[in-house]
């Protein structure tokens, strides 16, 4: 929560035009804008550089978002080493279905998995542009939100010393589980949720992939899905119940559903390797309006949270901090407000789309394991539109790479 100001005469006090809390994708993005504009700022982080660098996460980057790096300078190991994906596949009724989005929208898909990108982020800002980046702080607390003059304290563990940065503006990246949502005292915004009674269990495996795409297995068991990470691993998910425990699925139980899930007439054995992540992951959405409160704007999961039914999550992060790092810049460098006023209404119109087309997606997905006569026959019958009418299949690629959403 927000806190009163703390006692004037603490023995380390600092000033910075802009706080940015959490050092994930969109965290450094915005670091990275606002040093590329001589902006003075300071990104906090409660985890170590190596953690952040090595944290399994996602992997699919949305072209648009691509170009936006790119356009900042940001994207030369991305497009060095990304693979570009321009098709996928579904697996259902024991058959296989190609679909080439990239022909439906002269786009694609780039898989870059998230830790290589923080690396990236990490080193262009810390390294190459002399950004201040503290790792391993504790006890983050946000102080006098609706004055001109917020503050951000936090213990340093080393010291034991509480510091305290006055700032202008806070930016909070610090994702789902951070401190910034957190502050907004009860009834200041709202926040709309959805659970969607359903699990997946998230694997990675130390196999290369099996297949050049990704695949999609709508099954009566449950969903699977086959994403590749790198050339020697690969990512899996298997739908399970919610608060499922990993340790229900042994290894030989994940490759035996794995290979009945995605199993298909003509297709090729799936490569099996050492599972080296197993975690569950409850299906669940959150969207906060406004994502401003006073000089606090939110980022990334801090503000919202799609479940990764769609693979959206990074990209949304990726949106946030274009539009916050170009209007916290322009602020300090030209006095144009335009684009903080601008920035909630801005963002969530992408939000609400990506949550809608996660809902949808996840009706195909998991509504032949539902139980439900009714419900199975729906989504099949969507998946069988998508391989029957052009037009269908081209609203539903254009959704898939977020290209149908203006930015």
Request: charged share 25%; hydrophobic share 40%.
């Amino acid at each position: 929560m927000t806190h009163p100001s703390p006692h004037p005469n603490s023995p380390s006090e600092e000033r910075r035009t802009v706080v940015v809390v959490g050092a994930g994708p969109a965290g450094l993005t915005v670091g990275n804008i606002l040093r590329a504009a001589d902006v003075d700022c300071v990104v906090l982080e409660t985890e170590s550089r190596h953690f952040i660098e090595t944290r399994p996460r996602a992997g699919v980057i949305e072209e648009w978002a691509v170009r936006g790096l790119e356009q900042r300078g940001l994207a030369g190991s991305l497009m060095a080493r990304a693979q570009v994906h321009s098709e996928c596949e579904f697996r259902f009724a024991g058959d296989r279905f190609r679909f080439d989005y990239g022909e439906l929208t002269d786009h694609h898909h780039y898989v870059y998995p998230q830790p290589l990108l923080v690396t990236d982020l990490v080193r262009e800002y810390a390294d190459v542009r002399g950004g201040d980046i503290r790792f391993g702080v504790r006890d983050v607390t946000l102080h006098g939100l609706e004055t001109d003059r917020p503050i951000v304290s936090y213990l340093d563990p080393a010291t034991g010393e509480r510091h305290l940065l006055h700032c202008e503006f806070v930016a909070g990246c610090d994702g789902a589980r951070g401190v910034t949502r957190d502050a907004i005292p009860d009834g200041r915004v709202r926040i709309a949720r959805q659970d969607y009674g359903i699990a997946w269990l998230a694997l990675l495996a130390e196999a290369p992939p099996s297949s050049d795409c990704v695949l999609f297995g709508v099954h009566p068991n449950g969903f699977a899905g086959h994403m590749a990470r790198s050339p020697e691993v690969t990512r899996y998910y298997l739908q399970c119940p919610p608060g499922d425990d990993p340790e229900n699925w042994s290894h030989d139980r994940i490759w035996d559903e794995l290979r009945e899930r995605l199993g298909a007439a003509g297709a090729p054995p799936l490569t099996e390797g050492r599972l080296i992540e197993k975690r569950v992951l409850d299906m669940h959405d959150y969207v906060v309006e406004p994502l401003v409160y006073g000089r606090l704007f939110l980022a990334g999961d801090a503000g919202h949270l799609t479940a990764p039914i769609a693979a959206k999550g990074m990209n949304l992060a990726l949106h946030d901090a274009f539009l916050l790092g170009d209007a916290l810049a322009a602020h300090a460098t030209k006095g144009d407000d335009t684009g903080l006023e601008g920035y909630s209404h801005a963002c969530l119109r992408r939000v609400w789309d990506y949550q809608e087309f996660s809902q949808f997606l996840s009706g195909i997905y998991h509504g032949t394991s539902s139980g439900d006569p009714f419900l199975a026959g729906t989504s099949l019958a969507r998946l069988r539109r998508l391989f029957t009418s052009h037009a269908a299949a081209t609203a539903f690629a254009e959704q898939y790479l977020g290209a149908a959403t203006a930015y």
